[in-house]
Nanobody, 123 residues
Framework: QVQLVESGGGLVQAGGSLRLSCAAS????????MGWFRQAPGPEREFVAA????????YYGDFVKGRFTISRDNAKNAVYLQMNSLNPEDKAVYRC????????????????WGQGTQVTVSS
């Protein structure tokens, strides 16, 4: 079992930045690809970013357009999402997720979910 806990969300003005963190415990963190999803009010989740267990490969949703960067530190059992140039459309609950591979994660074949951290962007 893996437990994931997000932090770093909050309120930011349009054009500002936030850095989200996801701390993992339980099974070996480096055995999993990691990623981020977001969910605005409503039932649908949107893929944001993913990173392979080695950190060699990264993937981003089309809306990111170079604004976000995903990274991981296996020694610290943590994954991060640096978000720049935020706009009001980025407002959502951001959740980290773990899967055996990056391709499975991108397809939302998820083994473990965090509970999420709220990001709010004011205009």
């Amino acid at each position: 079992q893996v437990q994931l806990v997000e932090s770093g969300g909050g309120l930011v003005q349009a054009g500002g930045s936030l850095r989200l963190s996801c701390a993992a415990s339980g099974r070996t963190f480096s055995s999993y690809a990691m990623g981020w999803f977001r969910q605005a009010p409503g039932p649908e989740r949107e893929f944001v970013a993913a990173i392979s267990w080695s950190g060699y490969s990264t993937y981003y949703g089309d809306f990111v357009k170079g604004r976000f960067t995903i990274s991981r530190d296996n020694a610290k059992n943590a994954v991060y999402l640096q978000m720049n140039s935020l706009n009001p459309e980025d407002k959502a609950v951001y959740r980290c997720a773990a899967a055996p591979t990056s391709s499975e994660l991108e397809k939302e074949i998820i083994h473990y979910w965090g509970q999420g951290t709220q990001v709010t962007v004011s205009s």
